[in-house]
């Protein structure tokens, strides 16, 4: 069952007038208080629970959305740095509406220097209170790098970001083979990204130790579609005490 949110017969300009008419409209662009970074999770959760039992809030794109986000500017409410894969779209994955998140997608959900500055943009400057590193079950780009299969043109640059969390689990759990390698790895490889970003971005170490943001990992089930979530990074006080 899809509900479907009634969408006004005309535009309303002012912003809590489209508020009072659109039940859609995000607390960010609703009021002018900005959510914490706790709730805003708390949505992105309860996203990914009605997407999983196929009951959306967000069933389309009215018009009056798309014009106020047109002239108004974007207010995204958090952003996602997610993998490339076709399966894996990430408002679709938390059930989120239009110009709600500020997604930046990579094969591998790699933080190289543009991957980086567009998280940047995300936090500093559209100012979202949450960023998740989003991963997926059966990625093929960590497949690769647990491999070591022989890839082409410029792949092999793509991968040598993931392959430091790949060597981290095989030198720290020997044991593990095939499927439940791949898993520690996609894990290990989201924990990795969260690492490379604090490491080198002030501007998010800043953010985070004055509470102003919240980073978070998570993988996507491609089966189920279920969201697990990783949490916090594990050496993020030690990471945000850089200057």
């Known amino acids: 069952m899809i509900r479907i949110p009634r969408a006004p017969a005309l535009f309303l300009s002012c912003a809590a007038a489209c508020a009072a008419a659109c039940p859609a409209l995000p607390p960010s662009l609703a009021a002018e208080s900005t959510p914490t970074p706790d709730q805003v999770l708390k949505q992105l959760k309860e996203g990914n629970e009605r997407y999983l ?62 991957e980086l500055a567009s998280v940047e943009y995300g936090t500093r400057y559209l100012g979202t209170p949450l960023l998740v590193v989003l991963g997926h079950s059966k990625c093929g780009a960590v497949d690769g790098a647990v491999s070591g299969a022989r890839l082409e043109g410029s792949l092999p640059k793509l991968v040598a970001h993931i392959t430091p969390a790949v060597e981290g689990v095989k030198r720290g759990h020997p044991e593990l083979k095939g499927d439940a390698l791949l898993d520690a790895a996609v894990d290990a490889n989201v924990m990795h990204s969260i690492e490379e970003m604090l490491n080198n971005s002030g501007v998010l170490r800043e953010r985070v130790r004055k509470g102003q943001l919240k980073v978070v990992g998570a993988v996507r089930n491609l089966k189920s579609g279920r969201v697990r979530w990783l949490g916090e990074h594990p050496r993020q006080k030690s990471l945000i005490e850089r200057t």
């Open 53 to 114: 039992t196929n009951v959306s809030k967000h069933a389309r794109i009215d018009v009056e959305r798309r014009v106020e986000t047109a002239k108004k500017g974007q207010k995204p409410l958090s952003t996602v740095l997610g993998c490339s894969d076709s399966r894996v779209p990430v408002e679709i994955v938390f059930d989120q509406g239009f110009a709600e998140v500020f997604v930046v997608r990579v094969a591998g959900n790699i933080c190289d220097t543009a």
